[in-house]
């Protein structure tokens, strides 16, 4: 009889309730678990390892070595190129694409245009077209002789640009095609922050006597930083991964031109197959996107406050 | 035409599943065959008529690009789908053999009447041997000459390219003293690793020494060939240039900014459809000088072979599809889809290889090839050389400086070759110890 009082005393209904909530996130907290911090956990075991060919072939070939894949990697100009690349991308990229996006939300979202949702979908559409397919259509638009935008920029007197053969010009061609292929994500997100802007705000701003340019400093802005903020940290975190682009553009030339962090780790992973290599990359790059975000999220609170 | 439509229709109508019976119990063979770029779309039209002969098997040709043929290789091991046979480029033969995908090759062999090793070039068949053993079989084949102006080699005072080193580069020396601004002798792409490495295996250096443990870089043989190679851009004789920075080398060749070029079989077609129709009466191929005149006048051993894949459910099939591939009439025929020099000699008898005089250097280089290390680790080691040499060229670093460099880089990245080779050796050496002692 005593064990059964002690049952009933154990399961009190704060102990229900706790082990309820248990029970609805372990579906969510097995998904991350098994499908992220295991891999993350297996990504870093492997980056003190020396796996390459050999141990893909006969798992004893493997060794551990510590922190050789990390020294090694800090001694090699091709990461440091790399590492160059992608903060050029992505400290130009990423408030160009942020500005772009903010812009096209402006004017779709402006009362004077009409068919919204014909320029909302027309703008959104490079977001939902496969890279690829994109990448043939640009390497087309680029080409250095029967590109059109050579040819537009020949119509204005401007020398034809070997856009994806010349060192300098590559990651430019590279930046523009990724503002263009992803603001229009960004821009769906802006126009939803615009459309909670209470629109007595502006009636006031009005009848203080404020125009167009003081009411999108002083009203529009203010309203939207949660939402910029938010854009601003998905959009960096996203282009320091790049790679697609270069992948199907330039495979990361000329002279490297165009290599990027993940470009690079993709090739000493599955062109070389030093994994363990890989690893340690992918982890670095890891450290410099938490350390970016961690300055963004203290730069929203401090412009918060 | 339109029976051939519908036989393919109903089959695969019995592929979905859709018929049963007498077609299933006719045992259907599917071979998954893997081949790269334009060879891949050619092989498509002979693989029909094995269809043909053998009408229980079909044959999946995959075309796959170059650039990304060698990941999908590996990443299809370590995936366990490897077709049943594929295309490789010869010099990834040792990788595939590393981790143990391709079978090896000789008990096929012995009892073929169409493979045999004396029916190849030796120096193409030797690429695909490893510790004494097959693994592929050689497809077509691939190496260096040196394309030239004659008209200019001619203006210069020779009728035909020197044998030797050393009159090679004085033709040169004459070639470059008439030449005008923007114009050069010998058009050597910087971010080429075959030049240096082509003119070391000619001045005799193994460039991996000791079974491919170190590298061989900074001993006397590689060095000559790299002072050679190097001090050709040094004293004006080759542009500083990579392939990248000359927009249209064909077009730059019509205008004698280059008088010869080192490069490979694929640009005879090339020349003729590119160059102007008044440039075709002068310009010609030879195969290339050596140290000590032309028997030293080695270059490598390219192209591309067929293997075969260990997890392989068909590998009768599949060889016998290999066997198909390397018959000289099929060879011929391959060379007309698609320009590639047949790896089987008696394919060369066809009157338009035999009477092609651009083809004749290469029927005589290909007697003359060597094959580059053949290790696993080649492909990445020809990017560090690469490298260096650019530093040589483009930087002025010291061949002393470089050729160090290049050895410390290329040994450790043999590292893991010697621990490997030293464990298997330390394993066969106890194994050995255990039987004495019994």
Redesign the interface.
């Known amino acids: 009889v005593s064990e059964v009082r002690a049952q009933i005393a154990a399961k009190t209904p704060e102990w229900r309730a706790g082990r309820a909530g248990w029970l609805f996130i372990a579906p969510a907290i097995t998904l991350i678990a098994v499908f992220f911090f295991l891999p993350v956990g297996a990504s870093l075991l492997l980056s003190i390892t020396?796996f390459?060919?050999?141990a893909?072939?006969n798992p004893s070939?493997v060794?551990l070595v510590g922190t050789r894949n990390y020294t090694e990697l800090l001694q090699n100009p091709t990461f440091w190129l790399a590492l160059k690349n992608t903060f050029y991308f992505a400290l130009i990229g990423g408030p160009l694409t942020v500005a772009t996006s903010l812009g096209a939300a402006l004017l779709v979202n402006a009362k004077a245009v009409r068919f919204k949702t014909f320029f909302r979908t027309v703008y959104f559409l490079p977001f939902v077209t496969t890279l690829v397919a994109v990448a043939i259509v640009w390497r087309y638009l680029y080409h250095?002789q029967y590109g059109f935008l050579n040819y537009a920029l020949g119509a204005v007197g401007i020398h034809p640009i070997?856009w994806l053969?010349d060192p300098r010009w590559a990651m430019p061609a590279i930046i523009l095609l990724a503002v263009w292929k992803n603001f229009g994500y960004n821009m769906l997100i802006f126009i939803a922050g615009l459309q909670s802007v209470p629109e007595d705000l502006y009636e006031a701003a009005a009848l203080d006597g404020a125009g167009a340019v003081r009411q999108f400093w002083h009203v529009t802005l203010p309203n939207l930083a949660p939402t910029f903020f938010f854009v601003g940290v998905v959009t960096m975190i996203g282009y320091f991964q790049l790679f697609a682009e270069p992948y199907v553009m330039t495979?990361g030339?000329?002279?490297g031109a165009t290599t990027s962090l993940v470009l690079f780790m993709y090739e000493e992973g599955?062109?070389?197959?030093r994994l363990g290599v890989a690893a340690s990359i992918a982890f670095l790059l890891f450290l410099i996107i938490l350390v970016w975000t961690a300055i963004q999220l203290r730069l929203e609170r401090r412009l918060a406050a | 035409m339109l029976r051939g439509l519908a036989a393919r229709w109903i089959l695969a109508a019995c592929m979905l599943g859709a018929c049963s019976g007498a077609e299933a119990r006719e045992q259907r063979v599917t071979l998954r065959f893997w081949a790269m770029g334009a060879e891949g779309e050619n092989v498509q039209q002979l693989v029909r008529e094995f269809e043909q002969q053998h009408p229980n098997v079909d044959v999946r040709v995959q075309q796959i690009p170059w650039t990304a043929a060698h990941e999908k290789l590996l990443t299809a091991y370590v995936g366990n789908v490897t077709p049943d046979l594929a295309q490789l480029g010869n010099t990834w033969v040792p990788e595939l053999q590393a981790v143990d995908a391709i079978e090896p090759l000789d008990k096929y062999v012995a009892q073929s009447d169409i493979v045999k090793a004396k029916g190849v070039f030796p120096g193409i068949w030797d690429t695909n041997v490893l510790n004494d053993t097959l693994f592929a079989v050689p497809w077509y084949v691939d190496t260096r000459v040196l394309f030239y102006r004659k008209d200019i080699l001619k203006a210069a005072g020779y009728d035909s390219i020197p044998q030797s080193w050393s009159e090679w580069r004085a033709a040169m020396q004459a070639i470059q003293k008439k030449a005008g601004t923007r114009q050069w002798a010998i058009f050597l792409p910087t971010n080429e690793w075959m030049q240096p490495t082509v003119l070391g295996l000619q001045n005799g250096s193994p460039i991996l020494k000791d079974g491919g443990r170190y590298g061989a870089f900074e001993d006397a043989p590689f060095r000559g060939a790299y002072e050679f190679y190097v001090g050709l851009f040094r004293d004006g004789l080759a542009p500083v240039a990579g392939n990248n920075d000359i927009a249209n080398a064909y077009q730059e060749f019509a205008r004698g900014t280059f008088a010869m070029w080192i490069t490979g079989p694929w640009n005879i077609g090339e020349f003729q459809r590119r160059l102007p129709p008044e440039m075709q009466q002068s310009w010609a191929t030879a195969p290339l000088p050596g140290p000590q005149g032309a028997a030293s006048g080695v270059s490598n051993a390219g192209g591309s072979s067929l293997v075969l894949f260990k997890g392989s459910a068909h590998p009768k099939e599949a060889w016998e599809l290999i066997e198909f591939l390397s018959k000289p009439d099929i060879q011929r025929r391959f060379y007309h889809l698609t320009g590639d020099l047949p790896a089987q000699i008696d394919a060369w008898q066809d009157t338009s290889l035999a009477g092609n005089r651009y083809a004749a250097a290469f029927y005589t280089q290909l007697q003359r090839v060597r094959p580059t290390p053949k290790v696993p680790e080649w492909e990445f080691i020809t990017s560090k050389i690469i490298d260096v040499s650019e530093l040589s060229i483009r930087g002025g670093m010291s061949t002393d400086r470089a050729l160090a460099t290049l050895d410390a880089q290329v040994n450790r990245i043999l590292e893991k070759r010697r621990w490997i080779l030293a464990r298997t050796a330390h394993a066969q050496h106890d194994s050995a110890a255990t039987v004495k002692i019994k």
């Open positions: 020396d390459d060919l050999y893909v072939a070939n060794r250095p070997d053969g495979t030339g000329p002279l599955f062109r070389w197959w």
